[in-house]
């Protein structure tokens, strides 16, 4: 499973990137209102660090979903677009298929949805786990249907786990079959630490210290 991180925080996204094991990063309208920033730089700025960048239209009707994400597009190659799964998404999502560029469907919450926006051409498809969670039921049995619909009809659709809200959310998603996590921020500084690791790397300083003679 690969690792993304889910933010429009360009200072807090570098200092996770330097750390190497992130390949890419998603954001939405909502994340990106939060940077009062204007939206391109911020998705020119982060194609220069990874290699996908899901930056999603926030038009309602087909034609001029298309119009904006061939803007977004043209900004860099790392660019991804980001429909929503709706009618019009999906009309948007044929058209921008033909012209070569990469689509994330966005607000999947059905194996049904997941399983028409990958026939309709979807590179990616984000099915969200924690918005699932909030309303009553267990939002992993997503990821692991899709996981299994994909795998037993041969799609190469690519399935982002979204919507992770905690570090036990990672793990499953890993173990439920997604191709990749996108995680915030907060959570993947929590999937760094381990209290043992700590703990052991004290020890092991001071004794080895104490053999070297040095003052701890
Ligand atoms: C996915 O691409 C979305 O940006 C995101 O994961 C939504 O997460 P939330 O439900 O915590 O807002």
Redo the contacts with the bound molecule.
Sequence with gaps: MRIFI?SADVDEIKRIVELGFVSGV???P??ISKTGREPKEIYYELAQMVEHV?AEVVSEDAESMVKEALEYSSIHPNIVV?LPMTNDGLKALKILKDKGVRVNV?LIFSPSQALIAARAGADFV?P?I??IDDIGYYGMDLIKQVSQIFTLHDISTQI?A????HPVHFVEAALSGAHIA?V?PAVIWKLLKHPLTDIGLEKFLSDWKKSMGVNV
């Design positions: 889910d998603t954001t939405n909502t994340l899901s980001k966005t984000s969200f924690g918005r982002i979204a919507s992770i809200r996108t915030p």
